[in-house]
């Protein structure tokens, strides 16, 4: 199984969102990326972002988890998304290290009809409606006192 994170920033209504054109149709996606073993996810989702924003990010908790099944073209996937809780600087599309043609800001309102990748533009329209937004804490490290 393949595991992407990603982070959600939002700001004045908007998301930040990087954009691509597959089959000549503009799609979406949430910034971050596949992890590499034995690499910590906030930590990816750090190095994700500065590599193809050339931004830092500070990384909250889980907001979202899906699963998106295999095929013939692509693994299994579990997609692990995280609140972004502050960027550090201006965002702008590295082409040197990703195919995004550019960073887009989608209004929240446009979500839940929005192709984004991950597929899940309703929730997150669903998640910013909402009074109570929960999140899932995410424990750094669950076997801190060692193996049993």
Not at 4 to 15: C, D, F, K, N, T
Not at 102 to 116: A, G, M, S
Request: hydrophobic residues 35%; proline residues 5%.
């Amino acid at each position: 199984m393949r595991v992407r994170v990603s982070a959600v920033y939002e700001q004045s209504g908007e998301i930040l969102c990087m954009k691509y054109v597959y089959g000549g149709k503009e799609v979406f996606a949430l910034p971050g990326g596949g992890v590499d073993k034995d690499v910590p996810f906030h930590d990816a989702i750090r190095d994700e972002w500065k590599e193809e924003l050339g931004v830092k990010v500070e990384v909250g908790d889980v907001i979202m988890l899906g699963e998106a099944p295999g095929d013939k073209r692509h693994p299994q996937t579990l997609h692990v998304i995280f609140w972004a809780t502050s960027v550090h600087g201006t965002p702008k599309v590295r082409a040197d290290n990703t195919r995004s043609l550019d960073i887009d800001w989608v209004p929240v309102n446009n979500l839940k009809d929005c192709p984004l990748y991950p597929d899940v533009g309703k929730q997150l329209y669903e998640y910013f409606q909402s009074e109570n937004r929960r999140s899932i804490e995410f424990i750094k490290n669950c076997m801190e006192r060692g193996y049993w």
